[in-house]
């Protein structure tokens, strides 16, 4: 008779399951709602952690501690809580928030809690926690490589480093999406991870179809919050981003990271210390709000092996510069782009105000004769800017000064090479190339060379 012989069953998957499993429920329950915040008597948990609020219809809905009243919980949900009821159940959830990831994630739009919102069905791959750390300082390696992002006014005279962190400082209406949205599609970059906090929800189908486009998109990750999300929501959906970047970043890639905008995560977080009983200080801004935001820029840069560089958009009220959230930001990062309404006015595409932007790890990352070039750019153009009135009424005298009379002859010059169509791209050799055209033309106008 022959023998049988049964194969083995493989538990493995099973016992990683059980390792899941919360063994111990914390439960308590809900006893006042005041606005968006909701307090619960229990569960013993600290701040920062994540509860599931049970609703009578069947749906639990996350929430997060933000603080507490003498016994009580202050929780801020994730989602909107329409249909809750005094005593509705509130169970403590232990395991930590992340994210499933994998290299198939480009390419698709997620919601701020890390959901799939395309129609292109669930994530799968490795689970990669939200609330991660900053690389420590003496781990991270030196910016020396520049990163082109494909912008002549950029590249030129404002040059990024990859692993830099840069702000793009402008009121409404000035072209920040629009710019984004070009150097997302021609950067030097691996990957993108676009942030949208806070925008319109018809504005997320614009920026994906007219601004980022299929080209753009299909090396990007996109994560949106809108405006009408709860804050928590909007807050949370920048690290979401951050966590995406980084996983790419530990592949060894080179990530350009992408917010827009910086400005309504801090308005999202002055909403939750708020609601937590936090005092207002600098414009009805808390101090969580100037707490968090660095927690957020110090996790992108440079890291042991590849880099994120960052781009983040800042919205100032009034095209005011000394906004408290522009201000802290400008303190954080390793540069600023600002765009001028007035340029924009008059169709200047991208609107970005040489005189008035900076990089700060420029001159480590390019070419003394790219230095040379950019400095003398940017004194032909404050040469011009400086007499402009007078030169508009008439009122000066051609020949009696030679830098303002070469300024003059080069200006079109200049701003033939600083404009740029939407969707064009410039490589950065031909870019550098132009600029130096430029500054020794300067040089044989006012004799210094033959």
């Known amino acids: 008779m022959e023998k049988r012989t049964d194969s083995l069953v493989d538990f493995s998957r099973l016992h990683q399951a059980l390792e899941k499993v919360e063994l111990v429920d914390y439960q308590g329950t809900v006893v006042r709602v005041v606005g968006s915040t909701v307090e619960s008597a229990g569960p013993v948990v600290g701040v920062g952690q994540l509860c599931g609020i049970h609703l009578r219809n069947g749906r639990r809905v996350l929430a997060e501690v933000v603080g507490f009243k003498d016994d009580h919980l202050i929780l801020l949900p994730m989602e909107h809580i329409e249909g809750i009821s005094p005593g509705d159940p509130v169970t403590a959830r232990t395991t930590p928030r992340h994210i499933t990831l994998s290299k198939a994630v480009l390419g698709r739009v997620l919601n701020g809690l890390g959901e799939p919102i ?193 781009i983040m958009t800042v919205l100032v009220e009034g095209d005011d510069l000394t906004d408290p959230v522009a201000d802290c930001a400008r303190s954080l ?37 790219h230095r040379q070039a950019a400095m003398k750019v940017r004194e032909i153009y404050a040469t011009y800017t400086d007499a402009e009135d007078l030169i508009s009424i008439g009122a000066f005298s051609p020949g009696s000064n030679k830098r303002i009379d070469g300024a003059v002859g080069l200006i079109d010059m200049i701003k033939a090479f600083l404009i740029q169509p939407s969707g064009q791209r410039t490589p950065f050799d031909q870019t550098v190339k132009q600029l130096c055209a430029i500054a020794d033309r300067w040089d044989r106008l006012l004799g210094l060379k033959q």
């Open 118 to 310: 395309d129609g292109k069905g669930p994530l799968s791959g490795q689970e990669v926690p939200i609330d991660g750390a900053s690389p420590p300082p003496l781990t991270r390696d030196r910016i020396c490589q520049p990163l082109s992002l494909g912008i002549r006014s950029i590249d030129s005279m404002l040059t990024c480093a990859k692993g830099q962190r840069v702000g793009i400082f402008s009121g409404s209406g000035v072209g920040k999406s629009v710019l984004l949205g070009d150097i997302a599609v021609s950067s030097a970059a691996d990957v993108n991870v676009v942030a949208l906090i806070g925008e319109r929800g018809r504005e997320v189908r614009e920026f994906l179809e007219e601004n980022l486009r299929p080209e753009g998109l299909a090396k990007s990750v996109v994560v949106v919050a809108t405006s009408d999300a709860p804050p928590i929501q909007r807050v949370k959906a920048a690290f979401v981003a951050v966590a995406i970047a980084e996983y790419f970043r530990d592949l060894g890639m080179d990530v350009l990271f992408m917010m827009d905008s910086l400005t309504r995560f801090a308005q999202a977080q002055r909403e939750i210390g708020i609601a937590a009983g936090e005092p207002p200080t600098t414009k009805g801004y808390c101090p969580s709000v100037f707490s968090l935001m660095p927690r957020l820029v110090e996790r992108l840069g440079t890291a042991q092996k590849g880099s994120i560089t960052g």
């Open 333 to 369: 990062l390793d540069g600023h782009i600002v765009l001028s309404r007035r340029l924009a006015e008059r169709g200047h595409y991208p609107a970005v105000d040489i005189l008035a932007s900076v990089s700060r790890l420029m001159n480590s990352v390019v070419s003394p004769e």
